[in-house]
């Protein structure tokens, strides 16, 4: 990291960052990462699509990284996953 993270949740700036957020897709999950059978990210991108997130933590921090530049980063807590069904 070329500066470092300052953490906000301010709801108004949150919700500016969102809104011109790049859509994050399986293809761009695949474009980050490659592709693979990889358990951890495939539970981890359902849960973004089924909604199991607490929005009330939602914080987020810019940054610049010498890799990608510019960047956003974002946090929230999200229901655990299950690898075993009752």
């Known amino acids: 990291m070329e500066t470092p993270l300052e ?5 108004t700036k949150l919700l500016e960052v ?3 957020a790049p859509r994050v897709d399986s293809e761009m999950i ?4 490659g592709l693979g059978s990889n358990g951890v990210r495939e539970r981890a991108w359902k849960r973004i699509l089924s909604g199991h ?3 009330s933590t939602l914080k987020y921090a810019s940054t ?3 890799i990608f530049g510019n960047v956003v980063i974002m ?3 999200a229901t655990p996953s299950m690898k075993n069904e009752i």
């Open 7 to 11: 953490w906000s949740e301010d709801s």
């Open 18 to 20: 969102i809104r011109n």
């Open 30 to 33: 695949n474009n980050i990462f």
């Open 53 to 55: 997130l607490d929005v």
């Open 64 to 66: 610049s990284l010498k």
């Open 75 to 77: 946090e929230i807590m």
